[in-house]
């Protein structure tokens, strides 16, 4: 599980828990100027991951980690498939973050807020 913020014009996404060591990565940190927006979307979790890059992948029990799929890098950290949401990302190492998080409609609203031009 991931949890999210903002925090000075900055999306920060912090694993929790074993999740840190399952994704080999506890903290990303983006400028809201490189998030295009976001989505809940736990059907995701049922296509392809791509080839695992780095981190975990247990078919139907966890994915996590870095996986590159067509020619995208992706990060991936979902266990629960219904709190997955997906964050789409411009001009950054990953192209898209697919985490899994508590409240998936709190957190994309917080995003969409965030994220939207002044």
């Known amino acids: 599980m991931a949890r999210v913020s903002i925090s000075g014009g900055t999306l920060v996404v912090e694993m929790e828990g074993l999740h840190k060591a399952w994704a080999m990565r506890s903290r990303i940190e983006i400028p809201l100027a490189n998030v295009r927006g976001a989505t809940l979307d736990p059907g995701i979790v049922h296509g392809s991951k791509g080839i695992k890059r780095l981190g975990t ?13 067509d020619g995208d890098r992706i990060f991936w950290d979902v266990r629960n498939p219904a709190g997955a949401v997906v964050i789409e990302l411009a001009d950054e190492d990953f192209t898209r973050l697919v ?6 409609r709190a957190v994309v609203r917080l995003i969409e807020q965030a994220a939207r031009p002044v």
């Open 57 to 69: 992948h247990m078919p139907g029990v966890i994915t996590a980690g870095s996986f590159q799929h």
């Open 99 to 104: 985490i899994e998080v508590a409240d998936p």
